[in-house]
């Protein structure tokens, strides 16, 4: 079967994930493997919602670390934010002794500015890296983002030496029970796309956060929708 064409320009994570199937020795086998999906938004092509992609601008930078097991799922929800903010946005594989130059020049380049979302451990208190307000930042802010699972996220945190002298940052409760007010129905397991429109808000982005947090809720049910064996009518 051909390839269908992408309807929108590839951005970090789209090449990230061509890359990553190149450099494999094997191919990433995901749930619903056999279904038709379209190469840009990876939905059912049925469930596609590529039409609902606008492109913004946001006054932080962010760097998506995948680990290697993320990059290839159609459930991930980190790559929304390259599809909004693909202008401000760049993505890496995560290693953990062997970053890539690109990602280390890009720390180098904000080292001042430079948090991980994520949040506080023992570990990262008892060595006071860990900031309790984004005023201490300077700007532009430069936000990594550990994208996987939060027992990989973990990993990937304390395993890292190179990521030891980077505070890490996290959203405070009254955010997440504001956010938690808006979104209806929510329960408290945030998606790694939640977290960052939580993030934006806080940092006074809030028509970004709220472009995020729709187009968020628009992947969540085209991701519930793909997993269908029945073609379901769009809502």
């Known amino acids: 079967m051909p390839e269908q064409p992408f309807k929108h320009p590839q951005h970090c994570v789209d090449l990230l994930r061509e890359e990553a199937k190149q450099a494999s020795q094997r191919a990433f086998v995901a749930r619903g493997s056999n279904t038709t999906r379209c190469p ?10 590529c039409n609902q992609r606008v492109t913004s601008q946001s006054n932080t930078l962010f760097t998506l670390l995948y680990h290697y097991t993320e ?25 953990r002794t062997e970053p890539s130059q690109a990602l280390l020049d890009q720390i180098e380049a904000h080292k001042k500015n ?42 990937m945190l304390h395993q890292s030496r190179w990521l ?23 329960e408290q397991q945030f998606a790694t796309a939640e977290v960052v429109a939580m993030l934006l808000a806080e940092t006074g982005e809030q028509q ?19 997993r269908q064996r029945n073609q ?3 809502p």
């Not at 309790?132 to 990993?155: C, F, M, N, Q, Y």
């Not at 995020?212 to 793909?226: E, G, K």
């Open 40 to 49: 840009s938004c990876l939905m059912a092509a049925f469930a596609c919602f």
């Open 71 to 95: 990059i290839h799922k159609p459930t991930n929800s980190g790559r929304l934010i390259a599809d909004l903010f693909p202008n401000q946005t760049n993505a890496h594989i995560w290693s």
């Open 114 to 155: 430079t948090i991980i979302l994520y949040p506080a451990t023992e570990q990262r208190l008892s060595k006071d890296r860990h900031l309790e307000s984004l005023a201490e930042l300077g700007e532009p802010r430069h936000v990594i983002v550990l994208d996987a699972t939060w027992r990989l996220a973990s990993k």
């Open 164 to 186: 030891d002298d980077i505070p890490t940052f996290a959203i405070n409760e009254d955010v997440q029970r504001t956010f938690m007010v808006r979104q209806a129905k929510h």
């Open 208 to 226: 970004q956060s709220q472009q995020l947090a729709d187009y968020y809720q628009v992947f969540n049910t085209r991701s519930v929708m793909s």
């Open 232 to 234: 379901p009518q769009k």
